[in-house]
């Protein structure tokens, strides 16, 4: 499966930004999807991942209550709604899918998406 994502880009802190990753090559509905990012010199962090059907999110604590991962597989895409943002949110965000794995370690993904910047200004 191919993965894109796009939606980045500057914005206060405080502000809203919403990124998509739209997928291609396989049935997106059969694959789970997950958002990690990475700060400069900082290792890969996981931020929100969403089960196959949708009805399962998982969120690291960072994030939780301020960020929303859903999933249109009509539309082969998933989305990361980012509210609230501040500026330690500063990263490359980058989507994954796999088959079977929705949780928080990177090595469970199996496809990996190019990232996109995200900037928090203070």
């Known amino acids: 499966v191919q993965l894109q994502a796009s939606g980045g880009g500057l914005v206060q802190a405080g502000g809203s930004l919403r990124l998509s990753c739209a997928a291609s090559g396989r049935t997106f509905s059969r694959y789970c999807m997950g958002w990690f990012r990475q700060a400069p010199g900082k290792e890969r962090e996981f931020v929100a991942a969403i089960s196959w059907s949708g009805t399962t999110t998982n969120y690291a604590d960072s994030v939780k209550g301020r960020f929303t991962i859903s999933r249109d597989n009509a539309k082969n895409t998933v989305y990361l709604r980012m509210n609230s943002l501040k500026p330690e949110d500063t990263a490359v965000y980058y989507c994954?899918?796999?088959?079977?794995?929705?949780?928080?370690?990177?090595?469970?993904?199996?496809?990996w998406g190019q990232g996109t910047q995200v900037t928090v200004s203070s």
């Open positions: 994954t899918a796999d088959p079977d794995y929705y949780g928080r370690e990177p090595s469970g993904y199996d496809y």
